[in-house]
T-cell receptor, first 110, second 114 residues
């Protein structure tokens, strides 16, 4: 089955850019997602990208997809303390079933 | 609208007891999902339902059952809870089962089985 991997932790200073990386194994994944989870809350969709795209930008968020290497990244520009959360990469399979990575905890230091 | 609600917020029960986690959505979404979240493992799909009256198994279905008698409700049950079911459980829903359709998540239920 699909395997999605993320680094566990990222520390960044307020105002700097954050880059969260994700690798996956299933080349047939059609949609790739980034979800955000704040403490004690459920997951909230941040953005997603179709597999036929290389890049998607949405305000401070930039998603890059390298299909050859099966590598997905999320860049957050001008990181704020409110961006401190756990970020999950997920791939979409048939029937809209998602496979999640283990999550990257992002800590923004003032 | 409330979106997705889950009950209880948290529960502690002894091994061997039965448990039911409730999930209700008011968005008239066709598809609903149950995930469990364990540290370092992300979310793993337990069961899903593409439409009322149908259910399917996810990645980790053993020890759990679900039912979908109507569009709004999707309870998750364990007839005899075991300590390995200690986890945080999230219910989600989406309007369709088409790829790219956003899944909306509930606030979660923290379950501890002693």
């Amino acid at each position: 089955g699909e395997d999605v991997e993320q680094s566990l932790f990222l520390s960044v200073r307020e105002g700097d850019s954050s880059v969260i990386n994700c690798t996956y194994t299933d080349s047939s994944s059609t949609y790739l997602y980034w979800y955000k989870q704040e403490p004690g809350a459920g997951l909230q969709l941040l953005t997603y990208i179709f597999s036929n795209m290389d890049m998607k930008q949405d305000q401070r968020l930039t998603v890059l997809l390298n299909k050859k290497d099966k590598h997905l990244s999320l860049r957050i520009a001008d990181t704020q303390t409110g961006d401190s959360a756990i970020y999950f990469c997920a791939t979409g399979a048939a029937g809209n079933k998602l496979t999640f990575g283990g999550g990257t905890r992002v800590l923004v230091k003032p | 609208t409330a979106g997705i609600t889950q009950a209880p917020t948290s529960q502690i029960l002894a091994a061997g007891r039965s448990m039911t986690l409730r999930c209700t959505q008011d968005m008239r979404h066709n598809a609903m999902y149950w995930y469990r979240q364990d540290l370092g493992l992300g979310l793993r799909l337990i069961h899903y339902s593409n439409t009322a009256g149908t259910t399917g198994k996810g990645e980790v279905p053993d020890g759990y059952s679900v039912s979908r008698a109507n569009t709004d409700d999707f309870p998750l049950t364990s007839a005899s809870a075991v300590p390995s079911q200690t986890s945080v459980y999230f219910c989600a829903s989406s309007d369709s089962t088409s790829g790219g359709d956003e899944q909306f998540f509930g606030p979660g239920t923290r379950l501890t089985v002693l």
